[in-house]
């Protein structure tokens, strides 16, 4: 399993960004595949994740909820992460993560049982900073 962000930056107040996490090495359309970010002595956070089964469920923070929006490319196994009207508060090295062995969506629960398992995978993360 390999997953790769990609997409981060600096900005100021209000800008924005597409990340992207491209994956391999499991099957994408039965998957989860989740945004989390930790910033500078602040606890992991999971900001979005969707479903690529044919629910096609989407979970979002309150934190960022009307401001990102997550997006999956079948084809080439992409998620994409579409980060509007950005904060300083935003500002964060991001993670895109999956676990084969919880592929079904349990909204924000999901980021805990990836978190508590043994089996998940996430990338080298992509640093978004926001500038005020």
């Known amino acids: 399993v390999q997953l790769v962000e990609s997409g981060g930056g600096s900005v100021q107040l209000g800008g924005s960004l597409i990340l992207s996490c491209t994956s391999s090495?499991?099957?994408?359309?039965?998957?989860?595949i989740g945004w989390f970010r930790q910033a500078p002595g602040k606890e992991r956070e999971g900001v979005a994740c969707?479903?690529?089964?044919?629910?096609?469920?989407?979970y979002y923070a309150n934190s960022v909820k009307g401001r990102l929006t997550i997006s999956s490319d079948s084809p080439n196994n992409t998620v994409y992460l579409r980060m509007n009207n950005l904060e300083p508060e935003d500002t964060a090295v991001y993670f895109c993560e999956t676990d084969p062995l919880y592929p079904g969506y349990q909204g924000p629960m999901w980021f805990d049982t990836v978190a508590a398992g043994v089996a998940g995978y996430w990338g080298q993360g992509t640093q978004v900073s926001v500038s005020s």
């Open positions: 090495g499991f099957t994408f359309d039965d998957s989860v």
């Open positions: 969707i479903s690529n089964n044919d629910d096609g469920h989407v």
